[in-house]
């Protein structure tokens, strides 16, 4: 009877949230490039007076702030599952440890 008999393995479920999480990442840096650019092109349409122009690229931006808000929203929610999942692993651990230890201390009883 081995110390991780029952060992509850989560750790495919870690990596996979961290690729989950890497992709949103990038994604979140990707919107970010986005709406810098639009920042410029903005910039020069408006030093340029093509106003019609300028406010059809401010709606782009906007667009795209509403899309980054909603990714740093998956960002946040996927970082709070992931923390909470390596906390229930630990915890998993930790009550095996202690039964083994239990285990061990009745058969020393039993023998002395």
């Not at 994604?27 to 406010?55: D, P, T």
């Amino acid at each position: 009877m081995g110390l991780f008999k029952k060992k509850k393995d989560h750790s495919k479920s870690l990596n996979k949230m961290k690729e989950t999480l890497d992709s949103v990442e990038e994604r979140q840096v990707q919107l970010e490039r986005l709406i810098n650019q639009r920042n410029i092109v903005i910039k020069q349409l408006l030093a340029f007076g093509k106003r019609k122009e300028a406010a059809l690229e401010l709606s782009k931006r906007k667009s795209f702030e509403e899309q980054l808000q909603r990714v740093l929203i998956t960002k946040t929610n996927l970082e709070q599952q992931y923390l909470s999942l390596q906390n229930s692993s630990n915890a998993s651990q930790v009550m095996d440890a202690m039964k083994m230890g239990t285990e061990s201390q009745k058969k020393m009883n039993k023998e002395a």
